[in-house]
């Protein structure tokens, strides 16, 4: 499972890189929006908290699990430089 989980994580790793290249021939399309969109959607639903527990984390605490503090760094405040 550890080499299967490698060359997925590789694999994303490739297609962010690709839409952000900077390549103007390899520019990201309506569709790479749509799936990422669609993944941070995806992700950010199974990091929903109710309750104030991630229902993906499972812990309860005060505040945004990592998943929606990196997700408010990039979507509402300025992404690091």
């Not at 993944?39 to 991630?54: I, K, N, S, T, V």
């Not at 984390?57 to 929606?68: D, L, N």
């Not at 503090?69 to 430089?81: L, M, S």
Request: hydrophobic share 40%; net charge positive; with cysteine.
């Amino acid at each position: 499972m550890d080499e299967w989980f490698r060359v997925l994580a590789a694999n994303v790793w490739r297609y962010l890189d690709a839409t952000v290249s900077g390549d103007p021939s390899k520019a990201p399309t309506i569709a790479d929006a749509r799936t990422l969109g669609a993944a941070w959607r995806a992700l950010l639903r199974l990091h929903d908290a109710e309750g104030g527990e991630c229902a993906r984390c499972q812990r309860g605490h005060a505040g945004s699990c990592t998943v929606w503090q990196i997700a408010i760094g990039y979507f509402v405040r300025r992404p690091p430089h």
